[in-house]
């Protein structure tokens, strides 16, 4: 008998999409190898797979969103096209300055749903104060594309707030950017507000798995969001958990600083309704993606007054420190709401349904 | 969810409650020798690893993973003919976990998906009722895996009629034996039994009764939030210390002495209690249900030919078997974490949302917690 492993061909699954464990090892293993030479050295290693590449003073970044249904609760795939891109910007320490929109429509589409999901794009440009300044479009045969997909790409450049922020770390730092190589053992972990509204809306739309939860989606630009925390300054690292979650990006973060991650289960905010959800599914919130929440690692004096500057912004009123970096134990460590201790793994891809 | 609900779990997750439990566990075990408490329910193993309550414990209390997981214990030749008619042309109906684990020649019936083979995954019986009546013109065989807590609704699909191209292979489990054979079984030592929630919420306390007087070891049946597991450990503690074993009900607010008579009846009118094959375990008398013959037209077994269901097939050196039987923890089995990982399952206890390989790996403990190996 065979030790392990099938003998079927590798394909591309779902699983690849789903921003953990596959989706790592696919771009880990297939994508960065071939792209590492030419052109300037970016100024954050690509190997850590920052949110915006940085060449020569300026961020750049790209981003392609499909989403169904088009429209949800809370946002549609125009507001989801600008924010993403906008925040994957911010959260290396650029200020946005434009983005693209490169448009992949399939035969049929009404053009009244173009215009509204274009009317949002333009709000969320507007919100953010980026221009929607070049773009593209193309049009497929029916049945070749499931309604639309949105590209954005978008440059930035360093915020004018960075350097005085980095300053109030009070210590050296690995980077001069934003990135999980400057966390160390104390520092404090910050999330902005609940998280797993933006993937339960979607699920409520979807009508899957009979969920009706009156939730939004929290789709929106955080650049204004960042701006507020940089003025208080501390702030050595920052993301946006999007696909897979809290958990992929606190494992991303243990992985690339080398060091260990605390969370205090019970001060993750949590909706009601995204918590029944969650219950119900057997799904882990801390595995479920979010559009327009921001995760802070901050140095530990600075914590508290980071904390305020962010409750005071309407979209940080929910705003916890939900943990710290610690050299005790290695990855993200969860204590539990009954006092207990587990790891918080990567995600691996989307939860099978359970049989019992 | 309502308010009502919202209450009960708030309090079965109570933090302080948590702690004093956790306090009296320490006490009552400070002067027991090594204790060895086995449940035998994938939840609760959900329960307790995503709790983080083994970490909680005395090291001298060890609380052991049984057979609780219906995909683990799923006969690997029941796989094999799944495989074998969806390769055929048959299409096979089962549950998502079903359909990834894999039996003797390592296919699963994904495998065969995608080697042209037929499948459709299903949430229940009844969904695969409603797809068989909708293409009549098709065969359909539905891989039944469970224990009496899904069994039941497909007795009463059964009983209610199937169209005339849909039949079953029972890979449906009783859970009660397999305890019992647990209880006797020399090279477990086992002190004594969480027993399951949801199984014993159909079959009831009184399942339980002929194998609790027959090796006398304390039982405590319990439900799924970490109090009801602190509070089980706790009780069963008492009552070693005490040194009067009872059959104990924690879970209350579900599980009855008599259990769903209704769901008793469906399942006694349809299936027969017979010595089946549990994967990893061994032939468990009474532990496996059958069709009964007068629904002989519903039974795949007899409609196919397919063979009576038996062995483990484990791949070489891997050690599923003793994972299941809860004899190691997964740390100890030379795959766990390398060639098999969620991602690239090898064997079954890693397929299973309830395999306990599965729920260990999603949590990441890599190491194990008993003391003395």
Known sequence: ?356 | MNDRMKEILARYRDRDLASKLVKEIHRLAKDLPKVRIMHVCGTHEWTITHWGIRWLLPENVDVRAGPGCPVCVTPSSDIDDAVKLSLEGVKVLTYGDMSRARGSRMLSLEDARALGGELEVVYSFRDAVNIARKNLGKEFVFLGAGFETTAPLTAYEVLKGLPDNLSIISSYRYVPPAVGLISQAPDMRIDAFINPGHASTISGMKAYKEFFEEHRKPMVFAGFEPIDVLLAIYLILKQIKSGSPRMENEYRRSVTWEGNTRAQMFLSKVFDLRDGYWRGVSVVPGGSMEVKERFKEADARLRYGLREPSGDDFPRRARCADVIKGKIDPPECPFYMKECTPATPIGPTMVGAEGTCRIWAQHRVTRSVRADG
């Not at chain 1, 992949?104 to 709000?123: K, N, Q, Y």
């Not at chain 1, 050595?236 to 605390?262: C, F, H, Q, Y």
């Open chain 1, 1 to 356: 008998m065979a030790e392990g492993g099938g003998a079927v061909e590798e394909k591309i699954t779902m699983m690849h999409g789903g921003g953990g464990v596959f989706m790592n090892m696919l771009i880990r293993g297939h994508i960065l190898p071939r792209f590492d030479a030419g052109g300037p050295e970016p100024e954050i290693p690509a190997e850590h797979m920052p949110d915006s590449a940085v060449i020569d003073g300026i961020a750049f970044t790209t981003d392609s969103y499909t989403v169904k249904p088009l429209f949800f609760p809370g946002g549609d795939i125009g507001r989801l096209s600008i924010s993403g891109t906008v925040n994957d910007l911010t959260v290396v320490g650029a200020e946005p300055l434009a983005v693209s929109c490169g448009l992949i429509v399939e035969e049929g589409l009404p053009i009244r749903t173009l215009d509204r999901i274009l009317e949002s794009m333009a709000e969320a440009a507007s919100e953010a104060g980026v221009r929607i300044a070049t773009g593209d479009l193309k049009v497929v045969e029916k049945g070749k594309l499931d309604e639309l997909i949105i590209n954005t790409s978008g440059i930035g450049v360093r915020s004018s707030l960075l350097d005085a922020n980095l300053e109030s770390a009070g210590r050296s730092l690995e980077s001069r950017w934003l990135t999980p190589l400057n966390i160390k053992p104390g520092d404090k972990i910050i999330v902005s507000g609940t998280i797993g509204d933006h993937a339960v809306a979607v699920m409520t739309a979807r009508e899957e798995m009979g969920i009706r939860a009156r939730v939004e989606s929290d789709a929106a630009p955080l650049n204004g969001l960042m701006r507020e925390a940089l003025k208080v300054g501390g702030v050595v690292a920052a993301k946006d958990p999007t696909r897979g979650g809290l958990a992929a990006l606190l494992n991303e973060w243990a992985e690339v600083s080398g060091v260990g991650i605390m969370v205090d289960e019970e001060r993750v905010p949590v909706s009601e309704q995204v918590r029944s959800a969650c219950d119900i599914l057997g799904i882990d919130p801390m595995d479920l993606a979010n559009e327009g929440k921001l995760v802070l690692a901050v140095a530990p004096h600075m914590a508290e007054e980071v904390l305020q500057s962010l409750r005071n912004h309407p979209l940080g009123k929910r705003a916890e420190i939900i943990g710290e970096a610690t050299k005790e134990y290695e990855g993200v460590v969860v204590r539990t709401g009954i006092g207990g201790l587990r790891y918080l793994p990567m995600p691996a891809g989307d939860p099978v349904p359970r049989i019992c």
